[in-house]
Antibody
Framework: QVQLQESGPGLVKVSETLSLTCTVSGGSINNYYWSWIRQPPGKGLEWIGNFYYNEATNYNPSLKNRITMEVDTSKNQFSLKLTSVTGADTAVYYC????????WGRGILVPVSS | QSALTQPASVSGSPGQSITISCTGTSSDIGDYNYVSWHQQHPGKAPKLMIYDVSNRPSGVSNRFSGSKSGNTASLTISGLQTEDEAHYYCSSYRHSDTWVFGGGTKLTVL
């Protein structure tokens, strides 16, 4: 059974860069779509972006200018960088597998503080 | 990027059936069969319940079913049980290799 685990700092300051890593176990990262999704406290889900192995990354147009996603196949990990964060970026960040998001990590809360 | 439209809340009694709608456009639901539904209990990660409009992953109860007509997808839960009380989110592929979620629907089992 594939498992995903998000990791990163517990707090980010306004205007800084949020950096998260998703570690995949129980399966190879060399297939499927892999996504980042976030959920502000008390609100709904927002798709951030995804990639398919060896193909281009795809980003939410509303976040495109601030996002970078990368993959490290040697570690079976992929990452998210979100620049110039504000309080509106405070959210639980999830990584997920597949076009239909069939497997999810447990999520990591990233508060943005001033 | 505008979200898909879902009702904020629905409710039903145990044993009843309910349907949650998810309305998009011809650029997403209307043109693609990559619609999925996710269940989320408080403090938990979402769980896939329906994919590709009407398919159930292994282990998901057959009380959950999905359908689509035009730009609107629907999730139906029959024989409501108390453990079905949760938030439900639809998602769809949208043109230009992007994905979009609905705003979410809170299901209350009375």
């Amino acid at each position: 059974q594939v498992q995903l685990q998000e990791s990163g700092p517990g707090l980010v300051k306004v205007s800084e860069t949020l950096s998260l890593t998703c570690t995949v176990s129980g399966g190879s990262i060399n297939n499927y779509y892999w996504s980042w999704i976030r959920q502000p406290p008390g609100k709904g889900l927002e798709w951030i972006g995804n990639f398919y192995y060896n193909e281009a990354t795809n980003y939410n147009p509303s976040l495109k200018n601030r996002i970078t996603m990368e993959v490290d196949t040697s570690k079976n990990q992929f990452s998210l960088k979100l620049t110039s964060v504000t309080g509106a970026d405070t959210a639980v960040y999830y990584c997920a597998r597949g076009k239909n998001f069939e497997f999810w990590g447990r999520g990591i809360l990233v508060p943005v503080s001033s | 990027q505008s979200a898909l439209t879902q009702p904020a809340s629905v409710s039903g009694s145990p044993g009843q059936s309910i349907t949650i709608s998810c309305t998009g456009t011809s650029s997403d639901i209307g043109d693609y069969n990559y619609v999925s539904w996710h269940q989320q209990h408080p403090g938990k990660a979402p769980k896939l319940m329906i994919y590709d409009v009407s398919n159930r992953p292994s282990g998901v109860s057959n009380r959950f079913s999905g359908s689509k007509s035009g730009n609107t997808a629907s999730l139906t839960i029959s024989g409501l049980q108390t453990e079905d009380e949760a938030h439900y989110y639809c998602s769809s592929y949208r043109h230009s290799d992007t994905w979009v979620f609905g705003g979410g629907t809170k299901l209350t089992v009375l």
